[in-house]
């Protein structure tokens, strides 16, 4: 079955810096994926969809890549902010209208 | 835009009552809706997905029973869990996705407590 995976560490860094989280997938490569911020006690937040054709999307600060050869999508956030503090899940569409959703990687941005 | 709403937003009940959670979607009409569970510092977990009028279809292991799904319109779905007990205490979101788009959309989930 699919698996996704997110490095479970935090990733910690210095305000102004860019962010770089990183989704690796197992099987096969899905029709698209998504990025969601996840603030504690809330519900995930949508940010961006990315597609099997498409290489790269942005949207202001934030940037997506999908590399179907190495089964990998990278998300961006450049100038980062002490806002910018959460977890960021990576979503994969399987099929059938569901979509399973990594762990999350905890962003901490210092001041 | 695509904006979901959750009520109530958190609640303690004795265990052995039965707890609704509504779930609408505000501005745009939800074909499907999905059901989530989740334990602190882990994924989400789909417990069902459930279209307009129709029965849910229920994850492997979700008792259909315990949880009572109910998708009557396009704006609204509700979960019932059911004699609750505490290992049923957790975070309970929902989405909801146009029939358009392939984007789900969230609530701001339920943050239930069984004493």
């Known amino acids: 079955s699919q698996k996704i995976e997110q490095n479970s560490e935090a990733l910690n860094i210095q305000e102004g810096k860019t962010a770089t989280l990183t989704c690796n997938y197992t099987?096969?490569?899905?029709?698209?994926l998504q990025w969601y911020r996840q603030d504690p006690g809330r519900g995930p937040v949508f940010l961006l969809l990315?597609?099997?054709?498409?290489k790269e999307k942005r949207k202001e600060r934030l940037k997506v890549t999908f590399d179907t050869t190495l089964k990998q999508s990278l998300f961006h956030i450049t100038a980062s902010q002490p806002a910018d503090s959460a977890t960021y899940l990576c979503?994969?569409?399987?099929?059938?209208?569901?979509?399973?959703f990594g762990a999350g990687t905890r962003l901490f941005v210092k001041a | 835009g695509a904006v979901v709403s959750q009520h109530p937003s958190r609640v303690i009940c004795k265990s052995g009552t039965s707890v609704k959670i509504e779930c609408r979607s505000l501005?745009?009409?939800?074909?499907?809706m999905f059901w989530y569970r989740q334990f602190p510092k882990q994924s989400l977990m789909l417990m069902a997905t459930?279209?307009?009028?129709?029965?849910?279809?229920?994850e492997q292991g979700v008792e259909k029973d315990k949880f009572l799904i109910n998708h009557a319109s396009l704006t609204l779905s509700t979960l019932t869990v059911t004699s609750a007990h505490p290992e049923d205490s957790s975070f309970y979101i929902c989405?909801?996705?146009?029939?358009?788009?392939?984007?789900?959309?969230f609530g701001p989930g339920t943050r239930l407590t069984v004493l």
């Open positions: 501005d745009f009409q939800a074909t499907t």
């Open positions: 979503a994969l569409y399987t099929g059938g209208f569901k979509t399973i």
């Open positions: 990315i597609r099997e054709n498409e």
């Open positions: 459930s279209n307009e009028g129709s029965k849910a279809t229920y």
């Open positions: 099987n096969y490569s899905p029709a698209y």
């Open positions: 989405s909801a996705r146009a029939e358009s788009s392939d984007t789900q959309y």
